[in-house]
C-alpha cells in the first residue's frame, strides 16, 4: 500500500479494503460518491464500486447508462459479477436515451425501498450533473438509505454533493511463482471525502478465494503487466454493434 496523508497512516500490512473504505467513509450507505476514470480503466473502476460497502452485501442494485453517450459500454457478465461475489439477480441494467432521462431514473430508483445502491456511467463532461442535480441525488441517497455511485470516465472533477471521490486505475499485477502474472490490481486514490481527510492512496490487490481487494504487501509488480478483470469488459465487439448483456 502506498500512503500519503493521515487517512492511510498506521495502517497495519495486509488489512481488507472494506476496513480501509470504513476507515474514511468511503461508499457509505445513504450517500453519493464518485468515482472517476479513464475509459481503459472503468472496468477496473466498476469492480471497486461492487466490492464496496453496501453493493457487496444484499439488496437490489441498478445499473444506468447512456450507450449512445459512450464510445465503450461497459458489458456486463453473470460470471464476472459471481466472482466479484454479487449474485447475477441482484442486478437491474437501466439503459436511457440521455443522459438527462438516466439521472431521473437514477433518483426514482434511489427512491425506492429496499435498494442496496444505483450505479450511473457517464463519459466526458455530463454537463446535466451539476451542483444542484447532485443535491437531489444526495437527499435521495439521504432518504432511503441507498448507495448512489457516479462512474465517470474521461472527466475532469468538479464542484458537487458527493460525499466522497475518487480516482481508480488499473495497476500492474505482482508476480507470481515462475515469474507468472499475478492477480489483478488496482490503485485508489482518494481526492475528497466530506467531513474528513483526503489524499490517501491505496495500491489494491484482487483476491479470488476471499472475494474482495486487499492491500498489496508492497512487493515489485511485475514490469509491464496489467491483468484485466475476467468477463468485466469495456469492448464493443469488432462490427460496433450493440452488444447488450443482462447479467
Keep these: ?13 495486509g488489512r ?5 473504505q470504513a476507515s474514511c467513509r468511503a461508499l457509505e450507505r445513504g450517500h453519493l460518491h464518485e468515482i472517476h476514470s479513464q ?7 466498476l469492480a471497486f464500486a461492487l466490492t464496496q460497502g453496501p453493493l457487496a ?3 437490489a442494485i441498478f445499473a444506468l447508462r447512456t450507450p449512445r453517450r459512450q464510445r465503450l459500454p461497459t458489458l456486463f457478465s453473470g460470471d464476472g459479477l459471481a466472482l466479484l461475489g454479487i449474485q447475477p439477480g441482484r442486478l437491474t441494467i437501466v439503459e436511457t436515451r440521455t443522459e438527462v432521462d438516466m439521472l431521473r431514473a437514477g433518483l ?20 446535466d450533473y451539476d451542483l444542484t442535480a447532485s443535491r437531489r441525488l444526495v437527499l435521495a441517497a439521504e432518504g432511503s438509505g441507498a448507495c448512489i455511485i457516479l462512474l465517470r470516465s474521461d472527466a475532469e472533477p468538479r464542484s458537487s454533493g458527493a460525499q466522497t471521490r475518487w480516482t481508480i486505475k488499473s495497476a500492474p499485477s505482482v508476480a507470481l511463482e515462475a515469474n507468472a502474472p499475478g492477480c489483478p ?15 490517501g492512496r ?3 490487490t484482487w483476491d479470488s478465494e476471499g472475494g474482495c481487494f486487499r492491500d498489496a504487501d508492497g512487493r515489485a509488480p511485475l514490469p509491464g503487466a496489467v491483468v484485466p478483470f475476467s468477463r468485466l469488459r469495456t469492448d464493443a465487439g469488432d462490427d460496433g454493434a450493440d452488444q447488450r448483456q443482462v447479467a
Excluded: N
Excluded at 39 to 45: G, I, L, P, S, V
Design 185 to 199: 490490481a488496482i490503485e485508489a486514490q482518494l481526492l475528497r471525502c466530506r467531513g474528513g481527510p483526503a489524499g
Design 16 to 20: 481488507h479494503a472494506s476496513e480501509v
Design 39 to 45: 475509459a481503459e480503466d472503468r472496468a477496473a473502476a
Design 202 to 204: 491505496w495500491r489494491l
Design 108 to 127: 426514482e430508483a434511489a427512491r425506492c425501498p429496499g435498494v442496496a445502491g444505483v450505479l450511473m456511467e457517464s463519459e466526458g463532461r455530463f454537463a
Design 57 to 59: 452485501g444484499a439488496g
Design 1 to 13: 500500500m502506498t500512503a500519503h496523508g493521515p487517512i492511510s497512516s498506521a495502517r497495519p500490512a
